[in-house]
């Protein structure tokens, strides 16, 4: 939409941006970037109404802040993505802790997220490949680089991996 509106300059379809641009940043107002983005969509429109700017300034200006909106949007739903996975795996090994197992927490929960992002795919979940890969990266950093042998640690840990990952 954003392409096809800069190569026609079609206020119409300007309009339209406007709206689900102003939707979309309302709906995440909370956040210092949408916050950011929002105020100056107020402004290029204070712009557009003082005649300021013509109507293809408009455009062009209005599909910069839809693109960096979008780009907002993905790094946001990236971080939450990767808080999430990290923070289950971070109950669990905190939940089942024992004098016995490190208290190295947060390294191991590094270690194993940042394994699994290697070699995890799209669809690793169903597929025999994706989930031997997985297990023996989840193998290779609990049971070689920690000494922890807990079998039940283990499916745990990886039924959290198959979950969020």
Known sequence: ???????????????????????????????????????????????????????????????????????????????????TAKTALTELFLELKTDTTPAVVERIVNDIDGIVRIVRFDGWQVSIRGEREVKQALRKILWTKYQIKDEDLFNRAYDYIKEYY
Do not use: H, W, Y
């Open 1 to 83: 939409m954003i392409d096809d509106l800069l190569n026609n300059k079609d206020s119409k379809k300007a309009e339209k941006l406007l709206i689900i641009l102003v939707g979309r940043l309302n709906k995440k107002n909370n956040s210092p970037a949408f916050r950011q983005l929002s105020e100056r969509l107020e402004a290029l429109r204070d712009k557009a109404e003082k005649g300021l700017i013509n109507s293809i300034e408009f455009i062009k200006e209005l599909c910069q802040l839809a693109k960096e909106t979008l780009q907002a949007e993905k790094e946001t739903e990236t971080k939450q993505e990767i808080k």
